[in-house]
């Protein structure tokens, strides 16, 4: 695609329960990586794949937080038991390889609530 | 703690003023870079500066990497009131995995 696409832009959700976060970057970038950005914050990096691995997954900040890319293109990041903590805008970004100095494409986010 | 300090942390001016934002760090970087962000978007990559003491210029904006490759500023000369939005800047240390400060949230009133 031209862009990053992120789904869904929004999700509401209840305390405890699951959810997905989907990204699609854009293709022939091999390098993926998640941020959650806070309420006055700049992003925090979460995790980041290169092709089908992840590559580091140290900002993750728990066991609940995981994420996956099966075939190197689509990621999705899945958050189990939700808090209310967890409400933020979670960013995917792309580039062609990491370390890119061309930059990191980012998507427009998905900001997940959490009640 | 940050690790990247970005100042001012918010800044309201009038068109046609110059601006000029800071972003500082105790650690070397091989690379950093500027993101605008408008509400609802994602970050937009502005530049990437690379070489201690490099400077570059994007029309009204000039940026700057410090020597020491430590530290960056922005310069926004006759701001308009489209350079409204939140200025990030983002290290790259040695992994190459982008550290953001915490921006600065600039707005520019007609």
């Known amino acids: 695609g031209a862009g990053v696409s992120q789904t869904p832009s929004n999700k509401v959700t209840e305390k405890g329960k699951y959810v997905e976060l989907r990204c699609d970057p854009i293709s022939g970038h091999t390098a993926l990586y998640w941020y959650r950005q806070s309420l006055g914050q700049g992003p925090e990096f979460l995790i980041y794949?290169?092709?089908?691995?992840?590559?580091?997954d140290s900002g993750l900040p728990n066991d609940r937080f995981f994420a996956v890319r099966p075939e190197g293109s689509v990621s999705t990041l899945k958050i189990q038991r939700t808090e209310r903590g967890d409400s933020a805008v979670y960013l995917c970004?792309?580039?062609?390889?990491?370390?890119?100095?061309?930059?990191?494409?980012f998507g427009s986010g998905t900001r997940l609530t959490v009640v | 703690t940050q690790l990247l300090e970005q100042s001012p942390q918010f800044l309201s001016i009038q068109e046609g003023e110059n601006l000029t934002v800071y972003c500082n760090s105790s650690?070397?970087?091989?690379?950093l870079q500027w993101y605008r962000q408008e509400p609802g978007e994602g970050p937009v990559l502005l530049v990437t500066?690379?070489?201690?003491?490099e400077v570059k210029k994007l029309k009204r904006l000039t940026f700057q990497f410090g020597d020491a490759r430590k530290d960056s500023s922005l310069h926004i000369t006759a701001a308009q009131p489209g350079d409204t939005g939140l200025y990030l800047c983002a290290g790259a240390p040695g992994s190459y995995i982008p550290t953001f400060g915490r921006g600065t949230s600039l707005i520019v009133h007609p």
């Open positions: 650690s070397v970087f091989s690379s």
């Open positions: 500066v690379v070489t201690g003491g």
């Open positions: 970004a792309s580039s062609l390889t990491h370390g890119a100095l061309g930059g990191y494409t």
């Open positions: 794949f290169q092709g089908t691995g992840a590559a580091d």
